[in-house]
């Protein structure tokens, strides 16, 4: 069974900064990709930051410059780096994995529960 865990969520003025950590757990052979997406109230879930095995990052419009993505594959860790945050930013973030699982070296993709980023103005 694999899960992914996050944290680091809360409550932040604006300009400030917060890091989110979503560790995934289980029989782990390798990730195919690690994201980050984002989903405030009334509006749709949207992708904010990916991380492809073996590519380059790539960020919502949004967010470039304010955010940064990077993982520790020895602690089955990806990270969100957010800096200069705004109200707007205020959502639930998720962390969403794609992951080829043993003993079986099937690709599945898993979601985290979410956590809550709030910025105040």
């Known amino acids: 069974q694999v899960q992914l865990v996050e944290s680091g969520g809360g409550l932040v003025q604006a300009g400030g900064s917060l890091r989110l950590s979503c560790v995934a757990s289980?029989?782990?052979?390798?990730?195919?990709?690690m994201s980050w997406y984002r989903q405030a109230p009334g509006k749709e879930r949207e992708l904010v930051a990916t991380i492809p095995s073996g590519g380059s990052t790539n960020y919502a419009d949004s967010v470039r410059g304010r955010f940064t993505i990077s993982e520790d594959n020895a602690k089955n860790t990806v990270y969100l780096q957010m800096n200069s945050l705004k109200p707007e930013d205020t959502a639930v973030y998720y962390c969403?994995?794609?992951?080829?699982?043993?003993?079986?070296?099937?690709?599945?993709?898993?979601w985290g529960q979410g956590t809550l980023v709030t910025v105040s103005s």
């Open positions: 289980g029989n782990i052979y390798r990730f195919k990709f």
């Open positions: 969403n994995a794609g992951i080829v699982v043993r003993p079986t070296y099937i690709a599945l993709e898993r």
